[in-house]
């Protein structure tokens, strides 16, 4: 009942209208008042308590550096560097956006920055180049999705508090899965332009490659930079983002002189506006996950699933479907920070990698970032391509569909994560 009464009231919230965050806190009190312990300074306390940590400290600093490196024309100079690459192949500027997508995560750790992105700097190229028009759409908002996948991610930090579980290893974790979901791109491209007759680019010279390679340079040190120093030991995945932010200030103003002084200070105030959305989002759900726990919900969520404790894989298909389910009409962050506290323990009785399941929930939150109704990416390539939903909609079809079939993949052999992740240093076990 306790259960089903949290459900109703929070999604009754997020039907009439209301900012995930309060209806979060709405859903919280109905649980104070159902459990008749209503105290308005536990909502304050728990808000404030819920943001004082110190891995959510990595949240503004990555912003800042995506901010930076987007206003900063990095993304222009990956496409002209991957152009040089492969852009002479048939269907050579599709290769081109998933190469961009893939650098452009280790960048920004934003689906919704990177699509627009590519939409926005690729997307009129391939129209004009005479590509199909929804397929180009679809591949370039699919591409923006690894961006939650591949560190920096503000996803997976968001999973490593909610579920408590270390960030760094997500971040190892992530590199394998994301550069997976690359290939399965390249793949289903290659056979969508078997039969196409479109015009390819002249090949790059040499010359050309290498001033494309000494011009991104910078660019592409960054993830070396953040992976690097992570995996060495050498800085936290929060002290890496403090050095994402500086480094990316200082290539931006000094060596590409792409951003001004004026534009830094909009930077900051940009990212300090979205530093607030999310932080408030996060304390409200700190205060329903302590009312979760207190009310026993997780409890009342394993007596429901304890006849698939046994199965791991059974289990993980079953709260994926459910993941699914609630990430076409939720966006990814609440979808993790609400969710996550109710799934964790279950997780752990199963036996099941922390880990893992952290990546397995975030990719499925990213595809449904895709998916209508609320898809926030699908929505974002129609806004900057102009075109209607029922267009973008039939060109992300394939692509959703191979990534589900990924990550059924993965579900059926976890090993394509884990391995990868024990390499790497990923792994909890």
Not at 94 to 110: E, F, K, M, Q
Request: contains cysteine.
């Amino acid at each position: 009942m306790t259960l089903v009464l949290f459900l109703a009231v929070l999604f009754l919230g997020i039907l009439i209208g209301l900012p995930i965050a309060f209806a979060l806190l709405l859903a919280s009190v109905a649980l104070m008042l159902q459990l008749d312990s209503f105290n308005p300074d536990i909502l304050a306390q728990g808000l404030v308590n819920g943001v004082d940590s110190f891995p959510l400290l990595a949240i503004p600093f990555f912003l800042v550096a995506g901010e930076v490196m987007s206003r900063g024309g990095l993304s222009t100079r990956i496409v002209a560097l991957a152009m040089t690459l492969v852009g002479h192949r048939r269907g050579g500027l599709g290769y081109v956006a998933i190469i961009t997508s893939i650098v452009l995560a280790g960048l920004s750790g934003s689906a919704v920055a990177d699509a627009a992105a590519l939409v926005s700097i690729l997307y009129p190229m391939m129209r004009n180049a005479g590509y199909p028009e929804g397929r180009s759409l679809g591949l370039l908002g699919s591409g923006g999705i690894i961006a939650p996948i591949i560190p920096p991610s503000l996803p997976l930090i968001l999973m490593g508090v909610a579920g408590n579980i270390s960030i760094g290893k997500l971040f190892m974790a992530g590199i394998a899965p994301g550069l997976m979901m690359g290939l399965t791109l390249m793949l289903v491209w290659r056979y969508m332009m078997r039969n196409e007759e479109i015009a390819t680019l002249p090949r790059a010279s040499r010359a050309e490659r290498l001033a494309a390679l000494k011009d991104g340079f910078w660019a592409l040190l960054l993830p070396v930079i953040i992976i690097g120093g992570i995996r060495s030991g050498a800085f936290t995945p929060t002290e890496a983002a403090v050095v994402a932010a500086v480094y990316a200030i200082l290539v931006s103003l000094f060596i590409y002189r792409s951003v001004t002084w004026s534009m830094l200070y909009d930077v900051l105030l940009s990212s300090a506006r979205s530093t607030a959305m999310v932080m408030f989002l996060v304390g409200a759900a700190m205060v329903a996950s302590w009312l979760i726990t207190v009310a026993q919900l997780p409890q009342q969520l394993g007596v429901l699933l304890a006849p698939l404790i046994d199965n791991p894989r059974l289990l993980m298909l079953v709260i994926m479907l459910i993941v699914f389910a609630v990430g076409m009409v939720m966006d990814l962050a609440p979808t993790i920070l609400i969710l996550v506290p109710l799934f964790m323990p279950l997780v752990t009785m199963a036996g099941i990698d922390p880990v893992y399941f952290g990546l397995m929930f975030v990719l499925n939150c990213s595809i449904g970032l895709l998916t209508p109704p609320v898809g926030t990416v699908l929505n974002v390539i129609c806004g900057v391509a102009k075109v209607n939903m029922s267009t973008a909609v039939r060109g992300v079809t394939p692509f959703v569909a191979a990534y589900t079939v990924l990550l059924g993949l993965f579900i059926l052999f976890p090993e394509l994560i884990t391995i990868p992740a024990e390499i790497l240093g990923g792994s909890t076990r």
